[in-house]
């Protein structure tokens, strides 16, 4: 089982990056994928996460509107499209799965599957 986040990296607040995460080595399209991040000293918190069911997705209350998930089933990638990026955004973004057919949960626990972590950071 592997997932490989990409696509961090540093920018002026008001910029975008775009995360990807790879996946192989599981039933990845039963799966819902979560975006998490952690920043040091604290929890790691959901971002965004989306339902193996096409089209049904949740956000963190502070990014809803900046940024968007989306799932490539035949390249087995999930992307995290982050614009207007802020300060408070800086931290390391982690995706994970979960073999499910409920709708997603942004709550750590449930997640089985975990990447590496890619970095964002983001200056005033």
């Known amino acids: 089982v592997q997932l490989q986040a990409s696509g961090g990296g540093s920018v002026q607040a008001g910029g975008s990056l775009r995360l990807s995460c790879a996946a192989s080595g599981f039933n990845y399209e039963y799966s819902a994928i979560g975006w998490f991040r952690q920043v040091p000293g604290k929890e790691r918190e959901g971002v965004a996460c989306?339902?193996?069911?096409?089209?049904?997705?949740d956000y963190l209350d502070s990014v809803r509107g900046r940024f968007f998930i989306s799932r490539d089933n035949i390249k087995k990638a999930v992307y995290l499209q982050m614009n207007n990026l802020q300060p408070e955004d800086t931290a390391i973004y982690f995706c994970?799965?979960?073999?499910?057919?409920?709708?997603?949960?942004?709550?750590?626990?449930?997640?089985?599957?975990w990447g590496q972590g890619t970095l964002v950071t983001v200056s005033s």
């Open positions: 989306i339902s193996r069911k096409p089209g049904t997705a």
């Open positions: 994970a799965a979960e073999d499910t057919a409920a709708p997603c949960m942004m709550m750590v626990g449930v997640y089985e599957y």
